[in-house]
């Protein structure tokens, strides 16, 4: 029993102290490998195609992510390089190792982004996977992936003057009170804004605005849609601390109606509006007179 116990405990030593070896051996790897795409970055800005070439293996494949085309081995491998380096002259290579993982004591995945920067400063990013290898004790490059990384268009630029819409706005009087809620969607390209009406004059009314960039018309527009089943579109214009929305719309029962709002922050938490020029069918409807709009700190975003 006691000699049982003993080779189990032999056995574990063995195993923790084999564990601590690889370890060990992992850091001095990973730290070759980080040491070698210091290099190859190097070589590339240098403009060496030989250099590069020798940082993969000699029967690794390379695909081309310029043009697709694949070659195997490091001479077909340096001459594809001299052609790539020839078409990016000027060219910068940078990379961001975000990981490398060891799949056995001889194969390791590092995944991470690359940007290349033009002359001019444009410049070109994607995501990779390279696959290294071990042999006779140094490591090379085998295989590697890119993907471009989307570019994510988005319209904030034309409709940051906005943002301060965001958030919940109440506007309360003894008519009844009008609440609001604006958000962003997603890459900022449009803001819906939602809005509940309660009067003693109407009945309840609900609906949703959206806000965004035409980039044909070159101008911020807006479309209306309520519970009532009318619907309107905005062409929205900023002269000086004012923004006017002239609008064009159909009432639920077919009319034809138009009006302008006009929007006049006063700071943060509170702004102006009113209603003016309304026309229904063509015969002109009195003006909603200028209310204050307050931020309601209450609601949950």
């Known amino acids: 029993m006691i000699r049982t116990i003993s080779n189990i405990f032999l056995c574990l030593s063995m195993i923790c102290a084999g564990a601590v070896t690889f370890a060990a051996d992992q850091a001095k790897d990973k730290e070759a490998i980080e040491q070698s795409v210091q ?8 403009g060496d195609a030989k250099k590069l070439a020798s940082h993969w293996a000699p029967d690794a494949v390379y695909i081309n992510p310029l043009t697709g085309s694949e070659v195997e081995g490091r001479e077909a491998i340096t001459n594809e390089m001299q052609a790539i380096l020839q078409d990016v002259k000027g060219t910068r290579l940078t990379v961001d190792v975000e990981s490398i993982q060891f799949i056995s004591p001889g194969v390791a995945v590092e995944k991470g982004t690359s940007k290349l920067i033009s002359p001019t400063g444009e410049i070109e990013e994607s995501v990779y996977t390279a696959i290294h290898v071990k042999r006779d004790g140094k490591w090379y ?46 890459n900022k390209n449009f803001i819906i804004r939602y809005f509940t009406a309660q009067t003693q004059s109407l ?28 619907f309107s579109e905005g062409r929205w214009t900023k002269k000086k601390d004012r923004w006017y929305v002239m609008l064009t719309g159909t009432l639920p029962d077919g009319r034809k109606s138009s009006s302008t709002n006009v929007f006049k922050l006063i700071d943060e938490n509170q702004y102006k509006w009113q209603s003016v020029d309304r026309m229904v069918d063509g015969e002109l409807q ?11 700190e209450s609601v949950e975003q």
């Open 39 to 46: 290099s190859y970055i190097a070589a590339f800005n240098a």
């Open 286 to 296: 009195p003006n909603i007179d200028e209310v204050t709009v307050v931020r309601d």
């Open 141 to 186: 490059l085998d295989r590697v992936t890119e993907e471009e990384i989307p570019i994510v268009l988005s319209n904030y630029e034309h409709l940051k003057e906005l943002e301060w819409i965001i958030g919940s706005w109440t506007d309360r009087n003894e008519s009844g009170n009008v609440q609001t809620t604006c958000k962003w969607t997603k």
């Open 203 to 230: 009945n309840d009314l609900s609906g949703m605005q959206i806000i965004g960039w035409d980039p044909a018309r070159k101008q911020i527009r807006s479309w209306v849609f309520d519970s009532d089943g009318g």
